[in-house]
């Protein structure tokens, strides 16, 4: 079964930064690879589908890049609303660990 | 746009069954264009997925569930359905029903958009 793992498993930044979270498969996965954000007590929002899609409706500060075994999540201009659970999340449903972005 | 929504009891026996319903509005579950899906999340976990029906009845589960899951699809009712038998403290979870966005010909890809959530514990 594939594997997903996160970093860093959190990280503080402040309104206006730009910070980025890793994601890695254990094996080649191709750009099978979906990114949500999840705010506290909310469920998950997709960002991003097949690595580099941003999906309908949501912010350009938000980008995705990556393939086969690496990727990464790039936000630029951190919001307020920003501040909350990243996770990763191969086709297989299988889901990363989560990046708890906070408040520095 | 479509909508969802959970509901059920917030709280069932060990051993006993969890039934949630999901309710679809803003769009019928009767399309060939996606699938409809059940995970849970415990605190502080990733979600993780118990499974996903198309409208035609065909599902696909989680194999850690060891076939406790089982997810029907009520076309007349726009509603699709969770069962989880002989569930126990680790059941304790937030469950969400979902929209899938299958790739290709299979029921894998991407998850949006997303019910509510609903807080079932597992407790006598």
């Known amino acids: 079964d594939i594997q997903m793992t996160q970093s860093p498993s959190s990280l503080s930044a402040s309104v206006g930064d730009s910070i980025n979270i890793a994601c890695r498969a254990s094996?080649?996965?191709?750009?099978?690879l979906n990114w949500y954000r999840q705010k506290p007590g909310k469920a998950p929002e997709l960002l991003i589908y097949?690595?580099?899609t941003l999906q309908t409706g949501v912010s350009s500060r938000f980008s995705g890049s990556g393939s086969e075994t690496d990727f990464t999540l790039t936000i630029n201009n951190l919001q307020p609303e920003d501040f909350a659970t990243y996770f990763c999340?191969?086709?297989?449903?299988?889901f990363g660990p989560g990046t708890k972005v906070d408040i520095k | 746009q479509v909508q969802l929504q959970e509901s059920g009891p917030g709280l069932v026996k060990p051993s006993e069954t969890l039934s949630l319903i999901c309710n679809v509005s803003?769009?019928?579950?009767?399309?060939?264009?996606?699938?409809w899906g059940w995970s849970r999340q415990s605190p502080g976990k990733a979600p993780e997925w118990i499974g996903t029906?198309?409208?035609?009845?065909?599902?696909?589960?989680n194999p850690s569930l060891k076939s406790r899951a089982t997810i029907t699809i009520d076309t007349s009712k726009n509603q699709f359905s969770l069962r989880l038998n002989s569930v126990n403290a680790a059941d304790t979870a937030v469950y969400f029903c979902?929209?899938?966005?299958?790739f290709g010909s299979g029921s894998y890809g991407w998850v949006d958009p997303w019910g509510p959530g609903n807080r079932v514990t597992v407790s006598t």
């Open positions: 999340q191969h086709y297989s449903y299988t």
């Open positions: 094996e080649r996965i191709g750009t099978f």
């Open positions: 097949a690595a580099s």
């Open positions: 803003g769009g019928p579950v009767r399309t060939s264009y996606y699938y």
């Open positions: 029906i198309f409208y035609t009845g065909k599902t696909y589960y």
């Open positions: 979902a929209r899938h966005h299958p």
